[in-house]
């Protein structure tokens, strides 16, 4: 089992930025790959970034340049940096924990790849 926490969210003016963090109850490195996903209102959710085991990470298109994610492995936690924020990013953030290899990276852009869940964290951009 892995909890996972989100902390970091808010209300932010267009331009600014804000870093999101997502505690876990056990060693990041364990899974094969943290995320993060999003749902605005009325919207499904949808792939943001995600990190695997080895380092590598990998970006919605809409986010590229702004967002960057990263973990601590000490500290168990994974963050997501986010840069010119823009008011289409104002969204519920979910952080999610993936303890299945997969070789295809591209597998983890998929909800179904991860097997945990943290309960979100809101971010909201004015404009």
């Known amino acids: 089992q892995v909890q996972l926490v989100e902390s970091g969210g808010g209300l932010v003016q267009a331009g600014g930025s804000l870093r999101l963090s997502c505690a876990a109850s056990r060693s990041t490195f364990i899974n094969s790959a943290m995320g993060w996903?999003?749902?605005?209102?009325?919207?499904e959710r949808e792939f943001v970034a995600t990190i695997r085991s080895g380092g590598s990470t990998y970006y919605t298109d809409s986010v590229k340049g702004r967002f960057t994610?990263?973990?601590?492995?000490?500290?168990?936690?994974?963050?997501?940096?986010?840069?010119?924020?823009?008011?289409?990013?104002t969204a519920l953030y979910y952080c999610a924990a993936s303890t299945i290899y997969y070789t295809l990276s591209n597998r983890y852009r998929a909800e179904s790849a991860y097997d945990y869940w943290g309960e979100g964290t809101q971010v909201t951009v004015s404009s």
Do not use: C
């Open 37 to 43: 996903f999003r749902q605005a209102p009325g919207k």
């Open 69 to 89: 994610i990263s973990r601590d492995n000490p500290k168990n936690t994974v963050f997501l940096q986010m840069n010119s924020l823009k008011p289409e990013d």
